[in-house]
């Protein structure tokens, strides 16, 4: 059982950025994938970045790519999304979730462990 916990959240105005943090208690960490998913109120995960075993391999959701920065460091069971420019629709409880499989690496139904959140609110 892999226990996720993620850190960073808070307030910050439009342009602002956060880094969240997200320690895995596994130590085979490094064997899986890594993603962050965000939720809003009424609606679905919404998946914005993963990494692979490796962390040469990385994808986003086209909405946060050139803003956001998924990144792993094996050695501290942690994985980081830097988040710049931050703009008002990226408000949302953001989680952080693994699996051992690398199947499609968007789809929230294929992750086997997730954190309990942390809220990221951009003020306009």
């Known amino acids: 059982q892999v226990q996720l916990a993620e850190s960073g959240g808070g307030l910050v105005q439009a342009g602002g950025s956060l880094r969240l943090s997200c320690v895995a208690s596994?130590?085979?960490?490094?064997?899986?994938?890594m993603g962050w998913f965000r939720q809003v109120p009424g609606k679905e995960h919404e998946f914005v970045a993963g990494?692979?075993?490796?962390?040469?391999?990385?994808y986003y959701v086209d909405s946060v790519k050139g803003r956001f920065t998924i990144s792993r460091d094996s050695a501290k069971n942690t994985v980081y999304l830097q988040m710049n420019n931050l703009k008002p629709e990226d408000t949302a409880i953001y989680y952080c979730?693994?699996?051992?499989?690398?199947?499609?690496?968007?789809?929230?139904?294929?992750?086997?462990?997730w954190g309990q959140g942390t809220q990221v609110t951009v003020s306009s």
């Open positions: 979730a693994a699996k051992a499989q690398a199947t499609t690496w968007s789809a929230p139904g294929t992750y086997d462990y």
């Open positions: 596994e130590r085979t960490f490094s064997r899986y994938v």
């Open positions: 990494i692979g075993w490796s962390a040469g391999l990385t």
